[in-house]
C-alpha cells in the first residue's frame, strides 16, 4: 500500500515563496504520473500542475510561470515550487501520485496567502 504524506504549507505574503513536498512510501511501487491539485473554500478541486511519467508537464494557466513540479526519483517526492503567489492562490492543496495504475492521494495542505 501507498501512503502519501504532504508537507510545506503556510501562511505568506503575497508575492512570497513556498515549496510543498509530497513523499511516498511503499515498496515495488512504478511511478506512473503526479499532480498537485488545490481546493479553495467553495469551489470545485482543479489541476494545478501536473507531471507524465514520460516527464511532460502541464500547469493551469493561472500558474503558468509562478509554479514549477517536479521530482525526485531516488526519494519518491514530488514537489511543488510556488512563487509570486498571490491570495487567490490560497487553497488546501492535494497531492495526487498514481503508481502501478492505482491512484493515490496525500491528505491536503493548507496554503494561504495573506498580508
Known amino acids: 500500500q501507498v501512503q502519501l504524506v504532504e508537507s510545506g504549507g503556510g501562511l505568506v505574503q503575497p508575492g512570497g515563496s513556498l515549496r510543498l513536498s509530497c513523499a511516498a512510501s511503499g515498496s515495488s511501487i512504478c511511478f506512473k504520473a503526479a499532480g498537485w491539485y488545490r481546493q479553495a473554500p467553495g469551489k470545485q478541486r482543479g489541476l494545478v500542475a501536473g507531471m507524465a511519467g514520460g516527464g511532460s508537464l502541464n500547469y493551469a494557466d493561472s500558474v503558468k510561470g509562478r509554479f514549477t513540479i517536479s521530482r525526485d526519483n531516488g526519494k519518491n517526492t514530488v514537489y511543488l515550487q510556488m512563487n509570486s503567489l498571490k491570495p487567490e492562490d490560497t487553497a488546501v492543496y492535494y497531492c495526487?501520485?498514481?503508481?502501478?495504475?492505482?491512484?493515490?492521494w496525500g491528505q491536503g495542505t493548507q496554503v494561504t496567502v495573506s498580508s
Open positions: 495526487h501520485q498514481v503508481f502501478n495504475w492505482r491512484d493515490f
